[in-house]
């Protein structure tokens, strides 16, 4: 799938379910790096593995996001709008086929972390940020900064195009 279509498709409708203040070029370059990383947007069931949609969640994540309390109330809504049921099982079935949900379970992760998101181009501290939350199993640090590039490509050809 190519990023312009996952940014129409599920991020841009995601950050409109959520508060304005969620929704920046930071936000959009981790959620399209992070998504790279985790599935390459192809996998939206994890190969030999639980997680699920686009970002990879785990029961875990789906968990957290839930009951944090920074991004509760955000994902209670997000859930109505959806039309998902608000509780753990229900969510992580949903986010196979959602993406939209996907997306804005993700940027609700990156929510919970206390540090602000890196500017864009922060290739390390973005890095920091995604091993922090997403907490991977078998992290691929010589893959990120392609995805990551590749995200700030994405971002700069959405911008060329305004």
């Not at 509760?72 to 959806?82: F, H, N, Q, S």
């Amino acid at each position: 799938m190519l990023l312009s279509e996952i940014r129409a498709a599920a991020i841009a409708p995601a950050l409109a379910l959520l508060p304005a203040r969620m929704n920046s070029p930071q936000a959009e370059a981790m959620l399209l790096a992070i998504g790279l990383q985790e599935s390459g947007f192809i996998h939206r069931r994890q190969i030999g593995g639980p997680a699920r949609g686009f970002w990879q969640f785990e029961l875990g994540g789906v968990r957290g996001v839930l009951q944090h309390p920074l991004s509760r109330p955000y994902a209670l809504a997000v859930c109505k709008a959806r039309n998902v049921e608000p509780a753990e099982a229900a969510v992580y079935a949903a986010l196979e086929h959602d993406d939209t949900l996907a997306a804005a379970f993700a940027r609700l992760l990156l929510w919970t972390d206390p540090a602000p998101l890196p500017a864009v181009g922060e290739v390390a501290k973005s890095w920091e940020l995604y091993v922090r939350t997403w907490r991977p199993g078998k992290p691929h640090r010589d893959r990120w900064d392609g995805c990551y590039a590749r995200a700030m490509d994405a971002l700069k050809e959405a911008a060329d195009a305004r």
